[in-house]
């Protein structure tokens, strides 16, 4: 376990207090000194300006209220996230004497309205009428995430409770946003109930110091985050819901809210949800399929990968037809029923392809019928979770674009959703455009990786030390896998159950995941790999990574990546993947490739080691990144 030090600006309120009133920019001259955020983590500018605004008046109200010592943590970063929560007001309850927490969320609207009816969504006046998760809805999440986190409140959940102040807002203005359940974990304030909100503080707070308690938060150890495979098992099976933060509530509400009109108005709405790596994709898409199905609603879960579907089927779908019944793929639609089910959840929709057809495909069921149209034509509701810098393969049609365009054409409502770019669960957002940069899939070149404190980045000497290194960290408990590009032969198993090993660099060969069906000795079955004991061994090819992440990633980039002439390009002639080597076009196979590297190169969520076949491409790493044995 690690602890959460340096995660905010602290001060008490009524340093705060004397900071924003002698300098309005002090707030962000703090964040700008003290948190170190690596490019693109912290708060935009307006953001910024903001939360100072906020923080000058919930400073003075806590002086006024005799709690000038409580602590400020401004800018808080939630455990193994990049989100940040506006303030955590740290100090000792009156009533009990132990250490405790109010997570405030600080909101400039002069007026909000509840979006379409729905309790959840709201639309307010400064966010250009997009619907936006109820502030009370977020500040909960916030609550049950560091709950659950945080190892010194894991039993005491009672210390942390949340409020939402509509610092500028007027009763009048804000009146349907108190119709969402309050209790004592979350409360909403406005201006005009500014007096309330004074006692609610000193309900909350003795006038004492909030040293102790905020060192306290600050120091616990963070509990480890569970693997998507996991969740989706206490989800599905066990109906332990997942916390889900603000930006991933908000589609999440958003399809409910979809799927309640398309009941009730007996019509058919579409729902894009797009989001790159760690941005949580897969966790909405299986939260939604659990809520769906205790709702009774008739659902179903598709994706285009093998890997990612018989994992779903054989873990949390294990003893129960039921429940694997739930996971499809995407060409199982090709004769379903117009409207057959209330909702399908297509996840990984980049890998849609053209049409379901393949080579296996009965005479009488071949069409021209685009598969896009086939899934859209599957539900009430068909929602799509996509990320387009994850299509690796020709024919995967997967776009906003395509989807969209087909939805539209037939009339029919389209909601896109992007989830915040600032928020990865787990991972690093620097490091993802670090590597969107490196690969050419960015405006900006590769530049030096300068860091972050919450994820480690390195080069390896050699695959002996790459592997040594991730060895380490699996040995300690974290899951850790190798990855490599498809530049070496894949071949079957040996008669006598031994695999060969394919991957050879030197005098380092290790094979590659077991190619079929079933387990080989202690190595898993290929769609099992990233999940499975034992999956440690082999060398995982683009095909058995994608849609799963582990702690520690290992990626070697072999000769289909090289730098050459002061740039990184792709070589075709060195791949061994039959899917670039028949029927792309140069500029596919190239796109393929970088598409390939960056799906293998996010797939960590607390370090990757990076290590090249290429001597000249290691030289060029080694200028940017720090040595892994340093």
Same mark, same amino acid.
Request: hydrophobic residues 35%; negative net charge; aromatic residues 8%.
């Given at each position: ?55 000058? /008046? ?42 405790? @927490? ?5 909101? =400039?609207?002069?007026? +909000? ?28 999440? @916030? ?6 986190? /945080? ?21 009048? !203005? ?11 974990? +979350?409360?909403?304030?406005?201006? %005009? ?6 006692? &609610?503080?000193?309900?909350?707070? $003795? ?21 998507? /495979? ?21 589609? &999440? ?5 979809? #799927? ?50 018989? %994992? ?12 694997? !019944?739930?996971?499809? @793929?995407?060409?199982?639609?090709? =004769? ?12 990984? $929709?980049?890998? /849609? ?9 009965? +005479? ?135 695999? #060969? ?48 992440? @582990? ?10 990546? #090289?730098y050459r002439d002061g740039r990184l390009v792709t070589m075709r002639s060195a791949s061994k993947d039959p899917a670039l080597t028949r029927g792309t076009t140069a500029e596919q196979a190239d796109r393929f490739v970088r598409n390939t590297y960056k799906v293998l190169l996010t797939r960590g969520l607390t370090g990757t080691v990076l290590y090249s076949t290429d001597s000249e491409t290691q030289g060029f790493l080694a200028k940017l990144l720090p040595p892994a044995s340093g």
């Amino acid at each position: 376990m690690s602890n959460h030090s340096s995660a905010a600006v602290r001060r008490s309120a009524r340093d705060l207090a004397a900071l924003t009133s002698k300098d309005g920019s002090a707030v962000s001259k703090l964040i700008a000194a003290e948190l170190s955020a690596p490019q693109n983590t912290g708060p935009s500018s307006a953001e910024t300006e903001s939360l100072q605004s906020g923080l000058a /008046i919930l400073s003075r109200d806590l002086i006024e209220a005799g709690l000038g010592d409580v602590e400020m943590l401004v800018e808080f970063k939630l455990p193994l996230t990049s989100k940040r929560a506006d303030v955590i007001l740290a100090g000792i309850d009156p009533r009990t004497g132990e250490d405790a @927490y109010v997570i405030v969320e600080l909101k =400039q609207w002069s007026q +909000a309205e509840l979006y379409e009816g729905d309790p959840n969504l709201v639309v307010a006046s400064t966010e250009n009428d997009q619907p936006k998760l109820h502030p009370v809805v977020q500040v909960l999440g @916030y609550c049950d995430y560091l709950s659950d986190f /945080i190892s010194t409140l894991e039993h005491h959940h009672e210390r942390v409770s949340g409020v939402v102040y509509l610092y500028e807002a007027g009763d009048e !203005n804000i009146k349907d946003l108190y119709g969402h359940a309050q209790d004592e974990r +979350a409360r909403l304030f406005s201006r %005009t109930r500014r007096d309330a909100f004074l006692d &609610y503080l000193q309900e909350r707070f $003795a006038p004492l110091p909030g040293i102790g308690a905020a060192d306290r938060l600050l120091s616990s150890a963070v509990r480890p985050s569970k693997q998507l /495979i996991k969740i989706a098992t206490e989800e599905i099976r066990h109906r332990e819901q997942l916390v889900l933060l603000a930006e991933q509530r908000l589609p &999440y509400e958003i399809v409910l809210n979809a #799927v309640d009109r398309a009941r009730t108005a007996n019509s058919k709405e579409v729902v894009i949800i797009t989001g790159g790596p760690g941005s949580g994709k897969s966790a909405i898409a299986l939260s939604l399929l659990g809520e769906l199905s205790r709702r009774g609603h008739r659902v179903m879960h598709a994706t285009g990968s093998r890997s990612f579907t018989e %994992t779903l089927r054989r873990v949390p779908g294990r003893g129960s037809s039921k429940v694997k !019944n739930l996971f499809r @793929y995407f060409n199982s639609f090709m =004769q379903a029923d117009p409207d057959g089910l209330d909702v399908l959840i297509c996840d990984e $929709a980049h890998r /849609i392809r053209e049409t379901s057809q393949n080579r296996y495909t009965p +005479a009488r069921l071949r069409s021209d019928r685009l598969q896009i149209d086939e899934l859209i034509d599957a539900a009430r509701v068909p929602v799509f979770f996509l990320d387009e810098h994850q299509v690796i393969r020709p024919g995967e049609m997967g776009t906003t674009a395509a989807i969209r365009g087909r939805a539209a054409a037939r009339g029919f409502r389209v909601h896109e959703v992007s989830l915040d770019e600032q928020f990865r669960y787990g991972g690093s957002r620097a490091y993802d455009e670090w590597v969107l940069r490196l690969l050419g899939l960015h405006d900006d070149p590769p530049e030096p990786w300068m860091g972050d404190d919450h994820f480690d980045v390195s080069l390896a000497a050699s695959p002996h030390e790459l592997e040594a290194l991730l060895r380490v960290k699996h040995d300690q408990g974290y899951s850790a896998r190798v990855t490599a590009g498809f530049c070496w032969p894949w071949s079957d198993p040996r008669e006598d159950d031994t695999l #060969v090993r394919d991957v050879r660099i030197g005098d380092w060969s290790r094979p590659w995941t077991v190619k079929g069906d079933r387990a080989v000795g202690e190595a898993p079955a290929s769609a099992l790999w990233a999940t499975q004991e034992g999956g440690f061994g082999q060398v995982g090819s683009v095909y058995a990574a994608q849609g799963f992440e @582990y702690d520690w990633n290992g990626v070697i980039i072999g000769p289909d990546l #090289v730098y050459r002439d002061g740039r990184l390009v792709t070589m075709r002639s060195a791949s061994k993947d039959p899917a670039l080597t028949r029927g792309t076009t140069a500029e596919q196979a190239d796109r393929f490739v970088r598409n390939t590297y960056k799906v293998l190169l996010t797939r960590g969520l607390t370090g990757t080691v990076l290590y090249s076949t290429d001597s000249e491409t290691q030289g060029f790493l080694a200028k940017l990144l720090p040595p892994a044995s340093g």
